[in-house]
């Protein structure tokens, strides 16, 4: 029984360094340049669950059951971006309802999708709650104000 508490224990420390290296590793990036495409360009530019208003949350909605998304993988993604307030910025909806294609990698997509997506199954939706750093940063972007938390449901329809 003892083992199991120091296995426990010891899982929980490295997940605490992994996290706190991504953190650090965000916050050194954040003066270089991010995307300034428009928010209908989607999350194009720049991961998990926690209630901490500087780190991204993930909910799964539905699981899926297909094929699993990975960073690199070329994912096909129904979605909607709103802000914290629930003003829609973006939606594929709005784009037509055709899904969107996108590479899941950093400096393809924002670094709350890059993050927040992988582990995704096809036929899975999963809220994500990005706060501004994972985000456009102190950007405005279109109608995405700068420093602003963004709330996207995503849809896996695809990955290859």
Known sequence: MGTR???VAGSI???IAVIGGVVMLNGSNSNTSKSTASPSASPVANASASSSPSALQ???VVVGTGAEAQVGSTITVKYTGTLADGTVFDSTDKQGGTPATFTLAQGQLIDGWVQGIPGMKVGGTRKLVIPASLGYGSQSVGSIPPNSTLVFTIEL???K
Do not use: Y
Request: charged fraction near 10%.
């Open 5 to 7: 508490v120091l296995i």
């Open 13 to 15: 420390i490295v997940i």
């Open 58 to 60: 993930s909910t799964d």
């Open 157 to 159: 329809v695809g990955v």
